[in-house]
């Protein structure tokens, strides 16, 4: 009986950057289906939709409050 901790870990962290873009996603200031389709992408493709939206998607609102 093996304990595969690297591959439990690896679906972790995969899981906890999925969340994160898509939180980002909703956040941003796309339009209401640009939206849906990185959310889309990135539950459909997790490892590449989370990287396509790292290299080219849309940003949450980044106003930094004084």
Request: proline residues 3%; hydrophobic residues 60%.
């Amino acid at each position: 009986m093996g304990f595969e901790f690297g591959g439990g870990l690896l679906g972790l962290l995969v899981l906890i950057a999925d969340i994160w873009a898509l939180i980002n996603v909703v956040q941003s200031g796309a339009s209401t289906g640009g939206k849906v389709v990185w959310v889309l992408v990135i539950l459909l493709l997790p490892i590449l939709g989370f990287l396509a939206w790292l290299l080219f998607g849309p940003r949450g609102n980044t106003k930094i409050r004084a």
